[in-house]
């Protein structure tokens, strides 16, 4: 089956310029999870939905990053104002909900490919 | 708060010979530990979780993980290495009273020789 999908994979854009990252997360899973990893080193929560609904956005480092999930599916990130220290891997994980529709903290994550994004 | 260290940046070890990699963590609460394993140009991929019970996991591609509770640890081996598991892994904590934000070490980058 499909797994996660993110758009576009690769992102150049100049400082100053706003940018959209797409993610589409394995139909039917429940969370979703928003990254940054640069090079080198592991990922960094940035965000995450359950349904619609933004349950923790501590991660996001600065008001310039949102994140919406308007239908409970697939999930935009946004960054305004780019700035070259933004560029990174960005990652999407989808987790689905355990038998029975319990909402669980101990799912394992489907990761997406990443969006690496370059600020010049 | 969470933590999650891996304390060697490289393992090199001969194809057939066992691989242990480390993981030390931090956590207020009972930890829910996983490792996560990233293959050249793809998306981490899960390998194994502990939640509660056995402190032997076994997962994906002959990989086991040893939870130890009073050294706070959660290492990652394999009896027998193989070339294709040259790779890097991740080792990541969530704290089961504290929500959903998964926090993942820094990544160990495992070379196994021909």
């Known amino acids: 089956g499909a797994g996660v999908s993110q758009s576009p994979r690769y992102k150049v854009t100049k400082r100053g310029q706003d940018v959209a990252l797409r993610c589409d997360p394995i139909?039917?899973?429940?969370?979703l999870y928003w990254y940054r990893q640069a090079l080198g080193q592991g990922p960094e929560f940035l965000t995450y939905?359950?349904?619609?609904?933004?349950?923790?956005k501590s991660g996001l480092p600065n008001d310039r990053f949102s994140a919406e999930r308007p239908e409970g599916s697939i999930s935009t990130l946004t960054i305004q104002r780019t700035e070259q220290r933004d560029s990174a891997m960005y990652r999407c994980?989808?987790?689905?909900?355990?038998?029975?529709?319990?909402?669980?903290?101990?799912?394992?994550?489907?990761f997406g490919p990443g969006t690496r994004l370059t600020v010049l | 708060a969470q933590s999650v260290a891996q304390p060697e940046d490289q393992v090199n070890v001969a194809e057939g010979n066992p691989l242990t990699v480390k993981c030390t963590y931090s956590?207020?609460?009972?930890?829910?530990l996983f490792w996560y394993v990233q293959y050249p140009n793809r998306g981490l991929q899960f390998l194994l979780k502990?939640?509660?019970?056995?402190?032997l996991v076994k997962g994906s591609y002959g990989f086991e993980a040893e939870f130890n509770k009073s050294q706070t640890s959660f290492h990652l081996k394999k009896p027998s290495a193989l070339v294709s598991d040259s790779a890097l892994y991740f080792c990541?904590?969530?704290?089961?009273?504290?929500?959903?934000?998964?926090?993942f070490g820094p990544g160990t980058r495992l070379s196994v020789l021909p």
């Open positions: 994980a989808s987790s689905p909900r355990l038998a029975g529709g319990v909402l669980s903290s101990y799912n394992e994550q489907f």
């Open positions: 139909s039917g899973h429940v969370s």
């Open positions: 939905f359950n349904y619609e609904a933004q349950q923790d």
């Open positions: 956590v207020s609460g009972n930890p829910y």
């Open positions: 502990y939640i509660t019970g056995d402190n």
């Open positions: 990541a904590v969530r704290d089961a009273g504290y929500g959903q934000n998964f926090v």
